[in-house]
Each structure stands twice: as C-alpha cells, then as structure tokens.
T-cell receptor, first 110, second 113 residues
C-alpha cells in the first residue's frame, strides 16, 4: 500500500502540553505533507517536507523526516484547545498523486 | 483568499439515482481531485484531472465518472448511486510546478438510502 499510517490513532492531552504524532510509510517518496481536518470539514495544509530535508518548523509545528526509517513525526508544541482536530500525513512521489493516511485524532483538553 | 467550493454540504439520494457533485475553484489551478473519506480508511483518490477534458483514474474509480469542461469546475458523477457510496466526498485543487500543497473544499456528506 502507498498509504501512510499514522500513530497513535487517537491522542488526548492537556492544554499547554506537546502533542506528537507519527507517520510511517512503505514506498519511496518525493515529499511528505501534513494536513489538519476539523470535524466534518475539509483538510487544511500545514507543512511540507521534501525527501532531502530532515526537519522543518512552522510556528508551533515541527516536522521531522527519516527516509531511512520511512517515518515522519509532527510535533505541536504548547497545544491549545483550538488544535483539537484530526491530523493526516500525505505522501507524494510523482507530484500528482497524494496518498493519505487514516489520521490521528487529537483532543486538547482546556 | 484561495477558495474551493463544493456545491452541497449534505446530500441525501436514493439507490439507483444519478448524482452530481460539483466543485469549483477560483485559483486557476490545473489540477483537481476527488477523494472519498471513510472512517478507518482515510482519504482515497477517486479521480483527478490535470487539465480541461483530461482525467486519470485514482485508486477507487469504479462506480464513478468525472467531467472537466472548464478549468475551474470538476464534477463527480455517480452513475447509479448505491448504499456503499455513502461517504464524505472531498474535492481538492493544486497548482503546477513546485507548489505542491492541496487546497480542499469543505466536503459533501452524501447519504444513499
């Protein structure tokens, strides 16, 4: 399968704590992206990391990519109740096909 | 701001009906996509289009067709709706070149009874 697989499936933390979710995959990739989905809505792009990059930051988000282990992690620091959402990784190798994982459901408790 | 608009938020149809899901983007993007999202299965690509009148099958095209007569509009057609097509349908678009991120619509929750 070309899908990514997120872990954990669900995560519940207190506001202010950090949240870490992981994505593992089996094929080679050109880039990996993370998206966020609020309940019942469309997905919103968060961050992209290319296969020749190891780490990227965007605000409170930090993404790492280990191509030797075929895995990526998304860290959200100092979480807020508004971060409650599902988070998906999306893999791409050709640029026109994006393979999404099944997502991690994050709940941030105020 | 960038916008991908799906015509219906919720839709209820009967088995055997022909169903049209419409998606319009205002970003002049060449690439448009239709996904369906089911619990535990994530997003699965149904069809995508990289230009007007061009289309490519995704992973699960059976039971679906698409139409792209104008650059801004990409329609998903369920020729004869079945109950196993009850799902959330998400449209997305993307520009060309190095801009790789997808812009999604809000989704259409389709129920086939």
């Amino acid at each position: 399968s070309q899908q990514g697989e997120e872990d954990p499936q669900a995560l519940s933390i207190q506001e202010g704590e950090n949240a870490t979710m992981n994505c593992s995959y089996k094929t080679s990739i050109n880039n990996l992206q993370w998206y966020r989905q609020n309940s019942g809505r469309g997905l919103v792009h968060l961050i992209l990391i290319r296969s020749n990059e190891r780490e990227k930051h965007s605000g409170r988000l930090r993404v790492t990519l280990d191509t030797s282990k075929k895995s990526s992690s998304l860290l959200i620091t100092a979480s807020r109740a508004a971060d409650t959402a599902s988070y998906f990784c999306a893999l791409s190798n050709t640029g026109n096909q994006f393979y999404f994982g099944t997502g991690t459901s994050l709940t941030v408790i105020p | 701001d960038v916008k991908v608009t799906q015509s219906s938020r919720y839709l209820v149809k009967r088995t055997g009906e022909k169903v049209f899901l419409e998606c319009v983007q205002d970003m002049d993007h060449e690439n448009m996509f239709w996904y369906r999202q089911d619990p535990g299965l994530g997003l699965r690509l149904i069809y995508f289009s990289y230009d007007v009148k061009m289309k490519e099958k995704g992973d699960i095209p059976e039971g679906y067709s698409v139409s792209r007569e104008k650059k801004e509009r990409f329609s998903l057609i369920l020729e004869s709706a079945s109950t196993n097509q009850t799902s959330m349908y998400l449209c997305a678009s993307r520009g060309t070149g190095s801009v790789l991120k997808l812009f999604f619509g809000s989704g259409t929750q389709l129920s086939v009874l």
